[in-house]
């Protein structure tokens, strides 16, 4: 069974960083695409990130670019996004998904999130 | 950007009766459409992938179908534990866009 974990969600100050992990088990990690989705409290689902299975691409949502990075450790079946210069707006619930395939297709596992505040 | 709208953002149905929900995209996304369930608390959970294709887990009383532009969810025969929000996805161009929701509430 494929699983994924979330952490280093917290508070964190306006203009301050935070690095989120994930944690994946179950799977090969390699073999597929990973990203980060986020929901803001209340709101819908926003698309953060999404890195290949090598970890050559990368895509970022115009709303994080320059922002945030998004990386992974392979050998650790680790995901990452180091998250700079956070705003109030960036606060919500961060969830790790794997994508089905590596060129592309839905997420079809989900972590259970983390929450991200970004206040003062 | 494919801009994904669904309707209505709010469904009230009976217990037994049928749901039908909305997504349409700004611009082809051929059938590279996906349908997630998201209930409180709890992480999104991919339910139709491909536009019609069931996800691993969930019964056939959940079909999708369209193509392109259109795209349907329809629950049949609603049970107490299909209310919950539906978001449509769309994974053919970056970036990768969701709609707005659909909530299906009890009547």
Sequence with gaps: EVQLLESGGVLVQPGGSLRLSCAASGLTFSNNAMSWVR???GQGLEYVSVISGSGDNTYYADSVKGRFSI???NSKNMLYLQMNSLRAEDTAVYYCAKRSRDNGGPFDCWGQGTLVTVSS | ET????SPATLSVSPGERATLSCRASQSVKRN???YQ???????RLLIYDASTRATGFPARFSGSGSGTDF????SGLQSEDFAIYYCQQYNSWPLTFGGGTKVEIK
């Excluded at chain 2, 998201?38 to 999104?44: L, V």
């Excluded at chain 2, 349907?72 to 629950?75: G, M, N, R, S, V």
């Design chain 2, 38 to 44: 998201q209930k409180p608390g709890q992480a999104p």
């Design chain 2, 3 to 6: 801009m994904m709208t669904q």
């Design chain 1, 71 to 73: 990386s992974r450790d």
């Design chain 1, 39 to 41: 929901q803001a409290p």
């Design chain 2, 72 to 75: 349907t969810l329809t629950i």
């Design chain 2, 33 to 35: 459409l996906a349908w």
